[in-house]
């Protein structure tokens, strides 16, 4: 994050623009949320509690309860339009770290009916999540 910070002033300064204190503020802004956004997406966990999925997304968490799941199934591929991070989709929640082999988990209740999770070892998670489940 430094780093990008430093590249950015450089530039800057190499090319002959003049940095206004107002224009070095919008920049040192928009390299917090740019920091704040790859925080977030590093930062996603999926654990599989006694009684519960938790989804770690700073600097949100997510909880499914297993009483509340009614399948669980691997997804081939998860689109590339859908981007990266937290996207809702009408009622399908979806945690996006990269577009590959993806878990989906159908609910029986509640707003989001489909909550789709793409953890770094896919078969693996899957079969604990099945295990944890009782399936």
């Known amino acids: 994050m430094l780093i990008l910070g430093i590249y950015f002033f450089s530039v800057f300064k190499l090319y002959g ?3 206004e204190s107002g224009e ?8 917090l949320i740019y920091g704040f956004a790859m925080w ?15 989804v770690r997304f ?14 669980v199934e691997i997804l081939d ?15 399908t929640l979806l945690f996006v770290g ?13 707003f989001f009916r489909e909550v789709i999770l793409v ?6 998670f899957s079969e604990k999540l099945r295990i944890a489940l009782g399936k």
């Open 17 to 19: 623009f003049s940095l």
């Open 24 to 31: 070095q503020h919008i920049i040192a802004f928009l390299l």
């Open 40 to 54: 977030g997406l590093y930062g996603m966990k999926f654990q599989l509690g006694g009684k519960r999925v938790l």
């Open 58 to 71: 700073p600097p949100f968490n997510y909880g499914i309860e297993y009483s509340k799941i009614s399948s």
């Open 77 to 91: 591929r998860v689109p590339w339009y859908t981007g990266w991070g937290l996207r809702i989709h009408w009622r």
């Open 98 to 110: 990269k577009h590959t082999r993806a878990v989906r988990i159908t609910k029986k209740e509640g």
């Open 119 to 124: 953890p770094e070892h896919v078969e693996e």
